[in-house]
């Protein structure tokens, strides 16, 4: 039985769609009735929204989205591959629609993204590295904020035993950075460890060794320079400060006081619980960590759970539309490229047709041309 072919996943792919579609919508009705107490006291902040701070809270959430943009265009510019911010911007609202909206969605958030670098004309070897390399960023700055947040929090003596799993995070991110800074080395143990497994398996030397060898070699002519890596970095810390600046503008839109304090480790705390594959996009998980988090560090449970809520309406359920829209517009851009190209194929491929030549014009050629041949016949009879 063979791999199913494009038109069986888009017919398995519709049912998937509206299947996963109720289920989010069971999941955030469940979380929604399962706090209607909480709610009914969060209303009366609701209510008596500051707009000024509201609006400061979606421009803050708009500029995450462009800080991430400016990642992918950073690391795909060292690869050569121009793209315009108004259009990574366009993508990085798709992918996150994507991921919020299915199980498992950062795999097919991934996938989309990837064939995004692809459709710019960037190879599978640089698509896939700014896929890992913008994840990689993006966990390593939020990794060193959670450590920033750790050693605020510990200043009240309230951590929630988050000790252990932040100083985790930030040893694992010192690991990425230590084997990317070492990746000559790694590459030498990769290409050594595919020769063992070549041998082992009885396999032709080189069968696996030399797609892998150019794959490396493609790797390191797209590394970034030290300013390169420096400005994507910048940008990875803007993404999740933005995030994390919408969440405070959200505090202060409902008039309730800023837990400084445990704000930035609760903030850190619930978006690493967000790549846990429990709910799409972490629903109904971000609203609890956080709440709990930010009420054990002074803040009333009625003020919390407005901010909350009116900041996963802002960060979450607003860009889900617009990411859609989003999707849509890149999809018929698509579109429009694949059918020029298919014009321009056809176009160039036609066999330029000579235009017909009167019957006239063909016995005045032939005339022409046996008058030509006698006149050379005389010239040599007579030399």
Same mark, same amino acid.
């Given at each position: 039985?063979?791999? !199913?072919?494009?038109?069986?996943?888009?017919?398995?792919?519709? !049912?998937f769609? =509206?299947?996963?579609?109720?289920?989010?919508?069971?999941?955030?009705?469940?979380?929604?009735?399962?706090?209607?107490? $909480?709610?009914?006291?969060?209303?009366?902040?609701?209510t008596?929204?500051?707009?000024?701070w509201? *609006?400061? @809270?979606?421009?803050?959430?708009? +500029?995450?989205?462009v800080?991430?943009?400016?990642?992918q265009?950073?690391?795909?510019? &060292?690869?050569?591959?121009? &793209?315009?911010?108004?259009?990574?911007?366009?993508?990085?609202?798709?992918?996150?629609?994507? %991921?919020?909206?299915?199980?498992? @969605?950062?795999?097919?958030?991934g996938?989309?993204?990837?064939?995004?670098?692809?459709?710019?004309?960037?190879?599978?070897?640089?698509? +896939?590295?700014?896929?890992?390399?913008?994840?990689?960023?993006?966990? *390593? /700055?939020?990794?060193?904020? /959670?450590?920033?947040?750790?050693?605020?929090? &510990?200043? =009240?003596?309230?951590?929630?035993?988050?000790v252990?799993?932040?100083?985790?995070?930030?040893?694992?991110?010192?690991?990425?950075?230590?084997?990317?800074?070492?990746? &000559?080395?790694?590459?030498?143990?990769?290409? #050594?460890?595919?020769?063992?497994?070549?041998?082992w398996?009885?396999?032709? !030397?080189?069968?696996?060794?030399?797609?892998?060898g150019?794959?490396? $070699?493609?790797?390191?002519?797209?590394?970034?320079?030290?300013? $390169?890596?420096?400005?994507?970095?910048?940008?990875?810390?803007?993404?999740?400060?933005?995030?994390?600046?919408?969440?405070?503008?959200?505090?202060?839109?409902?008039?309730?006081?800023?837990?400084? %304090?445990?704000?930035?480790?609760?903030?850190?705390?619930?978006?690493? *619980?967000?790549?846990?594959?429990?709910t799409?996009?972490?629903?109904?998980?971000?609203?609890?960590?956080? =709440?709990?988090?930010?009420?054990?560090?002074?803040?009333?449970?009625?003020?919390?759970?407005?901010?909350?809520l009116?900041?996963?309406?802002?960060?979450?359920?607003l860009?889900?539309?617009?990411?859609?829209?989003?999707?849509?517009?890149?999809?018929? %851009?698509?579109?429009?490229?694949?059918?020029?190209?298919?014009? #321009?194929?056809?176009?160039?491929?036609?066999? !330029?047709?000579?235009? *017909?030549?009167?019957?006239? /014009?063909?016995?005045?050629?032939?005339?022409?041309? %046996?008058?030509?041949?006698?006149?050379? $016949?005389?010239?040599?009879?007579?030399s």
């Amino acid at each position: 039985m063979g791999w !199913p072919n494009k038109r069986q996943l888009r017919r398995f792919w519709r !049912p998937f769609r =509206t299947v996963a579609g109720f289920v989010l919508l069971g999941v955030a009705v469940w979380v929604i009735v399962g706090k209607s107490s $909480e709610l009914s006291g969060a209303g009366a902040f609701l209510t008596q929204l500051r707009w000024p701070w509201l *609006a400061l @809270g979606a421009f803050a959430e708009l +500029g995450s989205f462009v800080a991430l943009a400016a990642v992918q265009r950073i690391l795909l510019g &060292a690869g050569d591959v121009r &793209a315009r911010l108004r259009r990574m911007t366009a993508i990085a609202f798709a992918g996150s629609s994507i %991921q919020a909206a299915l199980p498992v @969605g950062a795999a097919f958030a991934g996938v989309y993204v990837f064939r995004q670098y692809q459709l710019m004309d960037a190879d599978e070897v640089l698509a +896939g590295w700014v896929v890992i390399a913008t994840g990689t960023i993006a966990f *390593a /700055a939020l990794a060193a904020l /959670a450590g920033v947040g750790l050693a605020l929090a &510990a200043s =009240t003596g309230t951590t929630f035993d988050l000790v252990g799993a932040i100083v985790g995070v930030l040893f694992l991110a010192f690991l990425v950075v230590i084997v990317w800074l070492k990746r &000559a080395d790694a590459f030498r143990l990769a290409a #050594k460890a595919v020769a063992v497994v070549e041998r082992w398996a009885h396999r032709p !030397p080189g069968q696996f060794s030399k797609p892998l060898g150019r794959v490396l $070699e493609r790797m390191r002519a797209v590394a970034p320079t030290r300013y $390169e890596w420096a400005r994507a970095v910048m940008a990875g810390f803007s993404y999740w400060v933005a995030d994390c600046g919408c969440l405070t503008f959200a505090f202060l839109a409902v008039g309730a006081p800023v837990p400084w %304090q445990g704000l930035l480790l609760a903030y850190c705390a619930a978006q690493l *619980a967000v790549n846990l594959p429990i709910t799409p996009g972490g629903l109904g998980v971000v609203e609890g960590s956080l =709440t709990v988090a930010l009420v054990a560090f002074g803040g009333g449970r009625a003020p919390v759970v407005a901010a909350v809520l009116l900041y996963r309406l802002i960060s979450f359920w607003l860009p889900l539309p617009v990411g859609a829209g989003c999707y849509v517009a890149l999809a018929r %851009q698509r579109r429009r490229r694949e059918s020029a190209l298919q014009d #321009k194929a056809i176009s160039s491929s036609a066999v !330029p047709v000579l235009p *017909a030549v009167p019957d006239g /014009a063909n016995s005045v050629t032939k005339t022409s041309d %046996q008058g030509s041949r006698a006149v050379a $016949e005389g010239r040599s009879a007579t030399s």
